[in-house]
């Protein structure tokens, strides 16, 4: 008998809802001090500077703008753990949007105020229901949402690597909810049972193809924290260099996930 085919994860939406807008603040607040050394420093996404990035960050709340400007699609056609696989697709297109709207936006902390308050009254007159065209496909606003967390947990982390002390808090259920999607995605990536992926406390997964564990302690068992899992599967950091790090344990002979990751770019 096959096995029962596992159902999709269910996302709070009032959770999601109030950990993107948590977390969009806790950018404002952190970077409504910086100065335009702090501004021009190096990021690790290519030849952006902080200035660039920041500006990213704001985008990760105007899509839902764009996305609701926009007509209705008349279906659903994907679901949100595909999502992380369609983002290097539109990479070109993000880069050149960003570079514009920073040189155009020398308030950033204005900038990304005026993109927290038309956020949050957007999410109060627009149901959770309401589909959108994104790049992966026609998706709820809620779900989309969840995506949203993804993108301003990944460059919080981001801003935090380019300016020594800043510091930005990550929200817990932002966090949450990025974890568990890009562990989901993994397990879509490379379906199967034999290895057991742990990222205490958000999320768990079975994935790669092998013997499936029933019972006991899996033969290959993956762990590691939230914030390197997120790393790991946007290529900021990669699996050998964790590893060695004592960032990730990695027990059993198909416990080595190097060659899945990164889930998204």
């Known amino acids: 008998m096959p096995p029962a085919k596992k159902r999709a994860r269910a996302y709070d939406p009032t959770r999601t809802r109030a950990a993107v807008l948590a977390q969009l603040g806790n950018v404002r607040e952190a970077v409504h001090g910086l100065g335009p050394e702090q501004l021009a420093l190096p990021t690790r996404l290519g030849a ?7 500006a990213h960050i704001g985008m990760a709340g105007t899509a839902v703008h764009r996305a609701l400007d926009r007509p209705a699609p008349p279906r659903q056609d994907v679901t949100v753990v595909q999502w992380p696989f369609a983002t290097a697709a539109s990479a070109a297109a993000i880069d050149e949007f960003t570079r514009g709207l920073a040189a155009d936006r020398p308030d950033l902390g204005g900038y990304l105020a005026d993109v927290e308050a038309s956020l949050r009254t957007l999410l109060a007159e627009h149901p959770g229901g309401r589909l959108l065209e994104t790049n992966a496909g026609a998706l709820p606003l809620d779900d989309y949402l969840v995506t949203r967390a993804v993108e301003l947990v990944v460059h919080t982390d981001d801003l935090n690597a380019a300016v020594p002390g800043l510091d930005v808090p990550y929200d817990r259920q932002a966090l949450a909810a990025a974890t568990r999607l890009l562990a989901d995605a993994l ?12 990222v205490p406390p958000f999320a768990v997964v079975q994935c790669v193809e092998g013997p499936r564990h029933t019972r006991g302690t899996p033969p290959n068992v993956v762990e590691t924290d939230p914030l390197t899992f997120v790393r790991l ?5 990669s699996f050998p260099d964790a590893v060695a790090q004592a960032k990730v344990s990695a027990s059993g002979e198909r416990a080595d996930i190097g060659g899945l990751l990164p889930l998204m770019s």
Do not use: D, F, M, Y
């Open 187 to 198: 397990a879509v990536k490379a379906p199967g049972g034999s290895t057991e992926v742990r």
């Open 233 to 237: 599967a946007t290529g900021r950091v």
């Open 48 to 54: 952006w500077t902080v200035r660039e990035l920041i």
